[in-house]
């Protein structure tokens, strides 16, 4: 007997299904996955949290099956189907019998070629736990185990063939040695027909007590059509009931009503959640050149943020004005030529400038191939983010630090006033620099143009679009972007644009019913006037609000 579901975002079990166009809203099952990931993680949760569950519960079906020996159960599985073989046969003991197809391989190897896969695939703190892919077949031991590979998988396979060493040296030392094997076909990715017939003398040896060596029969394949479970071909249609994004919307509900965070305690709880390192070490920087223009001059700077990370920056120095200036450290999505323009108006006002490329932006940005760039379209640098979650970071983090570490360059230029450093923060350069400001308190006034309004927000859209570079695991449980503009009280903050989970504009007036807490704790210092909500109105640009925010700085 063979019994096989559909997991989440797959199949029937599509999670962002959209009726008109009959198939996810975001296409494929992987970036679906990291959507869905993503909110997720933000309640402190896990994707394959449900998946793994399904699978469970796909055996309790299995065992009330009068036809079945209970003694007699193994899981296959090709892809993410070998991807939950491995997670549920360690999680499970009721599974007697494994064999992953298309998987098993070794981290270090993954990170050094195609990098990290969906959220399903990518467990925060893995590798800091000093976990990886043996640890599955550790799970399962002494049971009977194969890995199925393919030479020419995108997952490596001396990965595979490392992972498999090892654990022959664990089974042989636990008198197990023949329950763990391999076979590799010279093949790409996929359950195919080589890999099939090893399966079958696999589980006919462990399961049955004979090899299975017989040809595989001919098959008449049943159409999609046919193989349907419901009316509609769609779970959410035919029968409606729970998804992971309604139970990732109660789970808000509750964390909202337990949510305990003081604060006074806010930096400390952000410094532990985004797990922020403050810089250490001397400033090092070194210089690249100069390019003079009227009135200013622009130095080519680059500055190490922590060891062997590197951030190229532009300081923009004016030629008059005091002899201690104010300044402005700028960062945006686009990196720092994209922004020369604002860049200049600061300069041009007086103001110096430092604007940066934090990592994955601008010269730091790392091409992708064709494959993941539907992921950056949705995600941003993913495979930074990712493998940054893998060994205990977070981006928004190590971008922080970033910006913290362009503070120490400005405050110790001989141009620069210290008490008059200023931050200037546009769209993925935002977020970061709110964590900054909260975290650093040398930033005396911020300008935060087209940041995400809410966390929360992200929870109940079903789609969102370069939001995970700012998640970080079980944000929700202690605090809301909100809660974090009101940490700077009493400080200048001005936000501008804010943005709906898919980059979306919103009014200003929506956004002030977003911040109310925030406007409260101003209130509350005696600060009501410091914090400036603006938007873009009648198809005018933001303009205006630079020139106050730089008279203001001025």
């Not at 797959?10 to 009959?22: A, K, N, P, Y």
């Not at 892919?133 to 550790?138: A, C, G, M, T, V």
């Not at 992200?458 to 940490?487: C, F, H, T, W």
């Amino acid at each position: 007997m063979a019994l096989a579901w559909d997991p989440v975002g797959q199949g029937e079990r599509l999670q962002i299904f959209d009726e008109d166009l009959r198939e996810s809203k975001v296409g494929n099952s992987t970036t679906e996955h990291t959507v869905v990931g993503t909110q997720c993680m933000l309640v402190g949760d896990h994707l394959a949290r449900y998946t793994i569950w399904d699978g469970m519960r796909a055996l309790d079906y299995l065992f009330s099956r009068k036809e079945v020996d209970p003694a007699r159960i193994g899981l296959t599985g090709n892809s993410g189907g070998g991807t939950h073989t491995a997670y549920i046969a360690a999680l499970d003991d009721r599974i007697q019998v494994a064999a992953p197809s298309c998987y098993i391989t070794s981290w270090h190897l993954m990170l050094d070629t195609i990098g990290p896969q969906d959220a399903e695939q990518t467990f925060p703190l893995w590798l800091q736990e000093g976990l990886d892919y043996p640890d599955y077949l550790y799970a399962f031991a002494p049971k009977p185990y194969l890995l199925l590979s393919a030479i020419r998988d995108f997952f490596p396979i001396a990965g595979a063939r490392e992972t498999l060493a090892e654990a022959e040296r664990v089974y042989a030392a636990i008198g197990e040695r023949e329950k763990v094997g391999m076979f590799e076909a010279d093949d790409g990715h996929g359950y195919n027909k080589s890999r099939r017939l090893a399966a079958y003398d696999w589980f006919g040896r462990w399961l049955k007590g004979a090899r299975d060596t017989d040809p595989e029969p001919q098959i008449e394949m049943a159409t999609p059509e046919e193989l349907r479970c419901t009316a509609t071909g769609q779970v959410s249609t035919s029968l409606g009931g729970e998804s992971v994004f309604t139970l990732n919307q109660k789970r808000l509900a509750q964390l909202k009503a337990s949510r305990l965070t003081r604060p006074a305690d806010l930096p400390g709880k952000v410094r532990e959640v985004i797990r922020y390192e403050p810089p250490s070490g001397p400033l090092q920087v070194t210089s690249y050149g100069v390019i003079t223009r009227s009135g200013y001059r622009i130095e080519k700077l680059i500055y190490e943020s922590e060891p062997g990370i590197f951030i190229p920056s532009l300081l923009y120095v004016p030629d008059a004005g005091a002899s201690k200036k104010a300044a402005v450290l700028m960062v945006t999505g686009d990196g720092k030529a994209a922004s020369a323009s604002e860049a200049e108006q600061f300069a041009a006002s007086g103001t110096v400038v430092l604007s940066i490329d934090m990592r994955g932006t601008g010269e730091t940005r790392v091409d992708t191939d064709v494959n993941s760039r539907e992921f950056d379209h949705y995600f941003g640098d993913f495979n930074n983010i990712m493998t940054a979650l893998l060994v205990g970071k977070t981006m928004a983090g190590m971008r922080a630090l970033d910006i913290s570490r362009g503070v120490d360059v400005l405050t110790s230029g001989k141009e620069v006033d210290p008490n008059q450093v200023y931050g200037y923060g546009k769209d993925e350069g935002a977020l970061p620099l709110l964590y900054a400001t909260v975290l650093d308190g040398r930033i005396r006034r911020v300008m935060l143009d087209g940041m995400l309004v809410s966390y929360e927000s992200v929870v109940n859209s079903r789609v969102s679009r370069r939001i995970l570079e700012g998640v970080a695991p079980g944000m929700l449980k202690y605090y809301d972007l909100q809660d974090l503009v009101a940490a700077t009280a009493p400080r200048d903050v001005w936000i501008v644009n804010g943005t709906d989970p898919m980059g979306h504009e919103l009014p200003a007036s929506e956004v002030t019913k977003e911040y109310r807490r925030a406007l409260e704790a101003f209130s509350q210092q005696g600060a009501a006037q410091a914090i400036h909500i603006k938007d873009r109105r009648l198809g005018q640009d933001t303009t205006p609000f630079y020139r106050e925010f730089t008279a203001a700085v001025r």
